[in-house]
């Protein structure tokens, strides 16, 4: 295998651990400067398409939604991921690891996605400085 070939596998094996599929729709919520860049582009090489912004109004399979500690209210934001989602679509809750700055306790994670109807699946390392938590709808409310 190439060294460039193995870098292509290495950046869709970071979009596969969300369980990312080919021809997916992604929407991407609360992108800043710090959200990791290699996830992004491997999101979009696994998928074939463009992450949609905040403002599209097309249904999305999955939602990248980026919070830090101090964006707002967590409830809120979910609340507004789950407008965009497909009836069977799920929320990639991405939040700084523990130690960084803007960390997001995952009692609050359980809390705001529990008020808001979502239940929570898996927890990963979603990329160096970022960890990730699956959100989905109950299969009852899908």
């Known amino acids: 295998m190439s060294a460039t070939a193995g870098q ?3 950046e869709r094996g970071l979009a596969e651990r969300l369980g990312l599929k080919p021809s997916q729709v992604v ?3 609360g992108w ?3 959200s990791d860049e290699e ?3 491997s999101i979009e090489s696994l998928t074939g398409t463009e992450l ?3 403002e599209t109004d097309e249904v999305a399979d999955v939602v990248l939604l980026w919070w830090r500690d101090g964006d707002g209210d967590l409830f809120d934001a979910l609340s507004d991921a789950m407008r965009s989602l497909a009836e069977a679509g ?3 809750l991405l939040t700084p690891k523990a130690g960084r700055e803007g960390h997001v306790e995952p009692s609050d994670i359980g809390e705001d996605a529990a008020t808001a109807g ?5 927890s990963i390392s979603a990329a160096p ?3 990730g938590t699956r959100l989905v709808a109950p299969k009852g409310r899908r």
């Open 8 to 10: 292509a596998q290495g």
């Open 27 to 29: 929407q991407e919520i």
């Open 32 to 34: 800043d400067e710090d």
């Open 39 to 41: 996830l992004r582009e």
């Open 52 to 54: 949609l912004d905040e």
């Open 90 to 92: 799920q929320i990639w």
């Open 118 to 122: 979502l239940s929570q699946t898996s």
């Open 129 to 131: 400085d970022w960890s």
